[in-house]
């Protein structure tokens, strides 16, 4: 069948949202942190932050994990916190980072499911 032989097809009829969708400018932010984590070894940082039990780790902590020199980890523990996941506070030569709070949380809301959705693939 050629493209004209194509039959018609009925438009299709708006839904409503059931939550608002993100702006360009979200989007744009979110797109930047979830860059950042697709790295595995940013990843397995961020899994080491969060996995402390103070909720905080020196990068002395985190160095002997990777078999990786101190100045990689330190770029991707930089990319880490310009992409506004983690802070980092300093504590005599060493530095102390955590997690931004809330920002996580931002990453699973933006792709989890409406109680809609769940209602309708259950």
């Known amino acids: 069948m ?15 949202l ?8 979200e989007a744009t932010e979110l797109a930047a942190r979830f860059k950042a984590v697709a790295d595995p070894t940013r990843l397995r940082l961020l ?8 909720g905080e780790a020196c990068v002395c902590d985190l ?12 770029h991707h523990l930089k990319v880490l916190r310009e992409a506004g996941l983690i802070t980092g506070e300093r504590r005599g030569t060493w530095i102390y980072y955590r997690v931004v709070p809330g920002t996580l949380a931002a990453l699973a809301q933006a792709l989890s499911p409406t109680p809609h959705d769940l209602e309708v693939n259950a």
């Open 18 to 25: 059931s939550r608002p969708a993100l702006s360009p400018d």
């Open 47 to 54: 899994s080491l932050i969060t996995a402390h039990a103070s």
């Open 63 to 74: 160095t002997p994990d990777f078999d990786l020199s101190g100045p990689t980890i330190s």
């Open 2 to 16: 050629s493209k004209q032989e194509l039959p018609l097809v009925d438009a299709c009829e708006p839904t409503s």
